[in-house]
Nanobody
Framework: QVQLVESGGGSVEAGGSLRLSCTAH????????LGWFRQAPGKEREGVAS???????KYAWSVEGRFTVSKDNAKNTLYLQMNSLKPEDSAVYYC??????????????????WGQGTHVIISS
């Protein structure tokens, strides 16, 4: 059974940084595509960043140049480094895994395993 556990959320001022972590259990990290998604109150869940089984990263245009997704395969952990944070980045951030090796953040339906989410609050 796949289990994803996020950590690293919190509250920071605009312009600050946070790093989210997602540790995966029950899957072979190298074989999966992994992604970060977020959902703000009253809004639909959206893709933020992803890294497929070939370690190809993709980003939403709204975070391009500010966020960086990375993986530590030895630790089965996915990271999201978030810099220059804006109030509009406030949301619950979810880690997700797809057994389709070439999934990306624009293929949300292919991600079948989800973490419980971690809250990110950016104050202006």
């Amino acid at each position: 059974q796949v289990q994803l556990v996020e950590s690293g959320g919190g509250s920071v001022e605009a312009g600050g940084s946070l790093r989210l972590s997602c540790t995966a259990h029950g899957l072979t990290f190298d074989d999966y595509s992994l992604g970060w998604f977020r959902q703000a109150p009253g809004k639909e869940r959206e893709g933020v960043a992803s890294s497929d089984s070939m370690d190809r990263a993709k980003y939403a245009w709204s975070v391009e140049g500010r966020f960086t997704v990375s993986k530590d395969n030895a630790k089965n952990t996915l990271y999201l480094q978030m810099n220059s944070l804006k109030p509009e980045d406030s949301a619950v951030y979810y880690c997700a895994a797809s057994d389709y090796p070439y999934a990306d953040l624009f293929m949300m339906s292919k991600f079948g395993s989800w973490g419980q989410g971690t809250h990110v609050i950016i104050s202006s």
